[in-house]
C-alpha cells in the first residue's frame, strides 16, 4: 500500500511536475488532516452548532466553517510557496508570500448543514499558478482549465482524499496511523446512468428545459429515456460527485426563476472548477448549460454558477434541452 507522500514523489518525477506544487498540496492535505480530527470529533470537542457570525454569501456560518477555515489559512500562511488565498468564508483573499508561485482556493467545509446531524461533509480546494505582477484578485479569476490542481477531502464514514494534478485521478483513505494511503486510482465515471440528484423542493422554479428533463427521467422506462431512474440528495455537493466519481451519475443544480440574476446556487471558483476539473480527468464532463464549466471566464471571487455535471449523456442531454 503506497502512502500519500511516496505517491506524491514517484507522481511528481514522473510528469515533471514542481516540487513547489506538490508542497502546496502536501500542506493543504495536511490541514484537512486537521480538519478531519476535527470533525469527528463533533460533540465531544464542543465544536457542533452556529457560529453565530454569518460569511460574506450572508449565510450563517458553523462553528465548524470558521474551524476548518482558520486551520487551512494558518497551515498554508507558512509554505513559502503559496502566494494567496480565496476562501468561500472571507470576503477577499488573502496575500501570503510575495514569491510564492501558487494560489489556493477552498470551500473549507462544504454541505456544512448537514454537520449537526452527522452527514457527510468535506474540504473542498482549487491550486492555480499565480500569474506574474502584483497579487490582486484578478490573479485568482482564472478558467477552470488553468487549474493546476484541485482536490477534495470528504469526511464520511473513511476520510478519503481525492486529488488530481491533471494526470488521472487518485484516492486516498485515511488510515488509523493519520496516513492517506492509495486505495484506488483512475476510477472512472460511466457515460450513462440511472441516478440523478437534484433538489427537487424547488421544482416548481426551474425553468422549462430543466422541468422536461427531470419529467423525461420520472416517466421511467416507459418515457422518452425508457429506463427506470433513481433518485439521490445529500445536499452535500462533494459527497454527491464522490457518488458520482465512484458509480455514475448525474448531479444538477440549476439556475431557477426565483431570482434570475443570480446563476445558480453553488460557487465557479471553489466548488465547481475543482470538482469539474476531477470529473473531467475521470471521464465525465460538468456544464453551466451553455458551456463547458472549465472554460468560464470568472469575473468574481464568490461568483456562482449553474451546475450539471456527472455522466457524458446526461449532461449533454440537459444542454440540448437548452439549445432547444
Ligand atoms: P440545498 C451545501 O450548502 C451546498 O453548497 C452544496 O454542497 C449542496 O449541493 C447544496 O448547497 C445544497 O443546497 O438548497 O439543497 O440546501
Known amino acids: 500500500m503506497q502512502t500519500f507522500s511516496a505517491f506524491l514523489k514517484a507522481h511528481l518525477a514522473a510528469h515533471q511536475l514542481p516540487e513547489d506544487l506538490g508542497s502546496v498540496v502536501t500542506t493543504t492535505v495536511e490541514a484537512c488532516k486537521n480538519i478531519s480530527n476535527q470533525v469527528r470529533q463533533g460533540a465531544l470537542a464542543g465544536i457542533l452548532g452556529e457560529a453565530g457570525t454569518g460569511n460574506v454569501q450572508g449565510e450563517d456560518q458553523k462553528k465548524l466553517d470558521v474551524i476548518a477555515n482558520n486551520l487551512l489559512i494558518e497551515k498554508l500562511k507558512t509554505n513559502l510557496a503559496v502566494a494567496g488565498i480565496a476562501s468561500e468564508e472571507e470576503e477577499t ?4 508570500h510575495e514569491n510564492g ?3 489556493v482556493l477552498f470551500d473549507p467545509l462544504d454541505g456544512s448543514s448537514n454537520i449537526d446531524v452527522n452527514i457527510s ?18 490573479s485568482f479569476l482564472q478558467k477552470g482549465n488553468d487549474q493546476v490542481a484541485s482536490g477534495y477531502v470528504l469526511y464520511g464514514p473513511q476520510t478519503q482524499l481525492v486529488l488530481t494534478l491533471k494526470h488521472g485521478v487518485f484516492v486516498f483513505t485515511l488510515d488509523h496511523y493519520n496516513e492517506f494511503i492509495l486505495t484506488r486510482e483512475n476510477p472512472q465515471v460511466p457515460e450513462q446512468t440511472k441516478e440523478f440528484a437534484i433538489n427537487a423542493s424547488n421544482q416548481r422554479h426551474w425553468y422549462e428545459p430543466v422541468q422536461q428533463y427531470i419529467s423525461d427521467l420520472l416517466a421511467g422506462e416507459h418515457g422518452t429515456r ?11 455537493m462533494v459527497a454527491e460527485v464522490h457518488r458520482i466519481l465512484m458509480r455514475g451519475g448525474v448531479f444538477l443544480y ?9 446563476p445558480g446556487k453553488l460557487r465557479l471558483m471553489y ?15 460538468g456544464s453551466n448549460t451553455q458551456q463547458n464549466i472549465l472554460d468560464i471566464q470568472p469575473e468574481g471571487l464568490h461568483q456562482r454558477v449553474s451546475v450539471v455535471l456527472g455522466s457524458k449523456e446526461e449532461v449533454e442531454k440537459v444542454n440540448q434541452l437548452h439549445q432547444q
Open 254 to 262: 440549476p439556475a431557477d426563476q426565483r431570482d434570475p440574476a443570480k
Open 121 to 138: 461533509v468535506g474540504t473542498i480546494f482549487s491550486i492555480l499558478a499565480k500569474p506574474q505582477g502584483p497579487l490582486s484578485t484578478e
Open 271 to 285: 466548488e465547481a472548477n475543482p470538482l469539474v476539473l476531477i470529473l473531467q480527468q475521470a471521464g465525465g464532463i
Open 93 to 96: 483573499f488573502v496575500a501570503c
Open 226 to 236: 425508457g429506463k427506470n431512474y433513481n433518485m439521490r440528495w445529500v445536499a452535500s
Open 101 to 103: 508561485g501558487y494560489l
